[in-house]
């Protein structure tokens, strides 16, 4: 059974700081990319970041570039997103995906076949 399990999300104020996970298990990690994408309340999805299975490379949005970094540890088949500097703006869902087939946009990461839950984050002001 495919599953991504996200964790770290919680509340926090402005200017600090959170990690989050994303455990997966039930299909080959090395062979997927792995993005992180949020969903504010009434906006739409975006992409945050991702990280590519082909070459490692990473890929951030710009609203999060310089604060957000994405790294994977592939012996734990997880990967963490570390959150500096939040910003009340990036509150909310926190979702991570897998795909085969990476497609990257300014705006989003296509290509994914599989989704967590996702995590809660909320920043205070």
């Given at each position: 059974?495919?599953?991504?399990?996200?964790?770290?999300?919680?509340?926090?104020?402005?200017?600090?700081?959170?990690?989050?996970?994303?455990?997966?298990?039930?299909?080959?990690?090395?062979?997927?990319?792995?993005?992180?994408?949020?969903q504010?309340?009434?906006?739409?999805?975006?992409?945050?970041?991702?990280?590519?299975?082909?070459?490692?490379?990473?890929?951030?949005?710009?609203?999060?570039?310089?604060?957000?970094?994405?790294?994977?540890?592939?012996?734990?088949?997880?990967?963490?997103?570390?959150?500096?500097?939040?910003?009340?703006?990036?509150?909310?869902?926190y979702?991570?995906?897998?795909?085969?087939?990476?497609?990257?946009?300014?705006?989003?990461?296509?290509?994914?076949?599989?989704?967590?839950?996702?995590?809660?984050?909320?920043?205070?002001?």
């Amino acid at each position: 059974e495919v599953q991504l399990v996200e964790s770290g999300g919680g509340l926090v104020q402005a200017g600090g700081s959170l990690r989050l996970s994303c455990a997966a298990s039930g299909f080959s990690f090395d062979d997927y990319s792995i993005g992180w994408f949020r969903q504010a309340p009434g906006k739409e999805r975006e992409g945050v970041t991702c990280i590519s299975s082909r070459d490692g490379s990473t890929y951030y949005s710009d609203s999060v570039k310089g604060r957000f970094t994405i790294s994977s540890d592939n012996a734990k088949n997880t990967v963490y997103l570390q959150m500096n500097s939040l910003k009340p703006d990036d509150t909310g869902v926190y979702y991570c995906a897998a795909g085969g087939s990476l497609v990257v946009t300014p705006t989003y990461y296509y290509g994914m076949d599989y989704w967590g839950k996702g995590t809660l984050v909320t920043v205070s002001s």
